[in-house]
């Protein structure tokens, strides 16, 4: 009974974390942090592009966050650079953006 309670535990706490693994250092009670993904040999970034997701309590999530939206935004034809910048409190509220550099 008790290895069977112990299996169910384990189970459970790794069901749990299952979804916890990023790319971007998450905080438990706040997060700002910004980091390089991408970068090309294109010269100069002249201009600035963002697209923004937003997600409340991990249950909802709207939002486009792509890399191409963000070049739109920002009227980019050539990109030089892309980085990820991931803002949360609490886990409560929190965007990600995906910001784009070029001419």
Not at 1 to 29: R, W
Not at 78 to 84: D, G, H, K
């Given at each position: 009974?008790?290895?069977?309670?112990?299996s169910?535990?384990?189970?459970?706490?790794?069901?749990?974390f299952?979804?916890?693994?990023t790319?971007?250092?998450?905080?438990?009670?706040?997060?700002?942090?910004?980091?390089?993904?991408?970068?090309?040999?294109v010269?100069?970034?002249?201009?600035?592009?963002?697209?923004t997701?937003?997600?409340?309590?991990g249950l909802?999530?709207?939002?486009?966050?792509?890399?191409?939206?963000?070049?739109?935004?920002?009227?980019i034809?050539?990109?030089?650079?892309?980085e990820?910048?991931?803002?949360?409190?609490?886990?409560?509220?929190?965007t990600?953006?995906?910001i784009?550099?070029?001419?």
């Amino acid at each position: 009974m008790k290895s069977i309670l112990a299996s169910f535990s384990i189970a459970s706490i790794l069901l749990i974390f299952s979804g916890c693994a990023t790319t971007t250092p998450v905080g438990a009670i706040f997060t700002d942090a910004t980091l390089p993904l991408h970068a090309t040999s294109v010269n100069g970034a002249t201009k600035k592009g963002e697209a923004t997701c937003t997600s409340i309590l991990g249950l909802v999530a709207t939002g486009d966050c792509s890399i191409e939206t963000a070049a739109q935004n920002g009227k980019i034809q050539s990109i030089r650079s892309v980085e990820n910048k991931a803002y949360s409190v609490l886990g409560i509220y929190s965007t990600y953006t995906t910001i784009v550099w070029g001419n």
